[in-house]
């Protein structure tokens, strides 16, 4: 049984787990003031070309967001997303427990654009309803579509205008930004979104994510936000290792890259075969068309998420792919459900 749930079933890179084994019996100091963390701060920020950035490195995407989002937000305000959307839909209601309602808008494509928003402004006019305040976008987005540069240069500017404030879930920022689609570079995310965070996780890290604060704004007493909720390991370098590591020179992209490849193989290949798309996704989940038939046989060999029904006959399932995907086990997905469809 090969899976394509997910692109975190496998543990770390080799080269993080080296880094974490060389380093394992060396003293640091605790909650993410050990040398290496540090390091791996001025590394990314380096990367950014932004000394003026704050990094803070947490566990995991939820905990992220709901640290972030509640931190950001006055307690009437409330966050907007796509009906997509992670913290809308597989959070558990993680962000409505910290006091904020998330207003979901459907989107055809999984990303916001400026008339969402104002639609959601026009409706929330007064003092008894929530306040709108912070815009959530995933890139890429929980359906494989990634924003462009014009996409966000807009929303930043609709979000100035009308004093919102642009949050990007990065948990698979690797992948958008590695997608043969992409035109944009990280170190041009701290110029258009007030935070976002890198994704280790996803990534070839066995935890992390590196969250960066642009707005000097909602910098203030963070690390007192992250302890409070229960993000401030005591063993922080563990986080630290990883980054220094991926960001030592090119791997977190290498790794991404690898991912979308595999996933374009999977998407040309069943392409050829006739197979339709549910979404047209340039990175590394793609959700082809198959019949159910199909699908009960794949799931002899193969795990993977049945993501919609399309009608009686057909169904939508979601494939995705990682930095640790082998091209054999595409190309076998491939040939057995070339079997199965004949």
């Known amino acids: 049984m090969y899976s394509f749930k997910n692109d975190y079933s496998e543990g770390a890179h080799p080269r993080i787990l080296s880094a974490l084994i060389e380093t394992n019996l060396e003293q640091e100091e605790g909650y993410g003031e050990d040398r290496y963390s540090q390091k791996a701060v001025e590394q990314i920020k380096a990367r950014l070309g932004r000394t003026d950035v704050d990094v803070h490195l947490l566990s995991g995407g939820t905990q992220t967001n709901l640290t972030a989002i509640s931190a950001f937000l006055r307690p009437h305000e409330a966050a907007i997303a796509a009906s997509t959307g992670h913290i809308f839909t597989h959070e558990t209601g993680a962000i409505e ?24 402004l026009d409706y929330h006019t007064d003092e008894h309803m929530v306040k709108p305040r912070l815009v959530y976008i995933s ?4 359906i494989g579509t990634i924003y462009k540069k014009a996409e966000l240069q807009q929303l930043r500017e609709f979000c100035d205008r009308n004093e919102l404030i642009l949050f990007m879930d990065g948990a ?7 997608s043969s689609e992409n035109d944009l570079t990280l170190a041009e995310l701290p110029w ?3 935070a976002f965070y890198i994704g280790g996780t996803k990534n070839g890290a066995l935890i992390g994510e590196a969250l960066v604060i642009c707005n000097d704004s909602l910098k203030t007493d963070f690390r007192f936000h992250i302890k409070q909720k229960g993000g401030l390991l005591a063993k922080g370098r563990v986080l630290g290792l990883q980054f220094l590591e991926l960001f030592r020179d090119n791997l977190f992209f290498e790794l991404a890259d690898h991912a979308n490849k595999m996933a374009e193989l999977l998407k040309t290949e069943l392409a050829n075969a006739n197979v339709k798309f549910l979404t047209d996704s ?4 793609i959700f082809p068309i198959l019949p159910n038939e199909a699908i009960s046989g794949l799931q002899s060999n193969y795990a993977f ?20 995907t ?14 199965l469809a004949q």
Do not use: C, M
Not at 312 to 322: F, M
Not at 326 to 338: M, P
């Open 326 to 339: 082998k091209e054999e086990q595409v190309t076998a997905f491939i040939a057995d459900y070339k079997k």
């Open 192 to 194: 258009l979104v007030d």
């Open 139 to 142: 890139n890429s987005t929980e």
């Open 172 to 178: 698979r920022l690797g992948s958008a930004l590695t």
């Open 282 to 285: 340039p990175t590394n989940q």
């Open 305 to 324: 998420h049945v993501w919609e029904k399309v009608d009686e006959d057909y169904a939508a399932i979601r494939l995705v792919t990682s930095w640790a």
């Open 97 to 120: 427990a910290t006091g904020h309602k998330v207003l979901a808008v459907d989107t055809e494509d999984g990303k916001l654009n400026t008339a969402h928003l104002q639609g959601v």
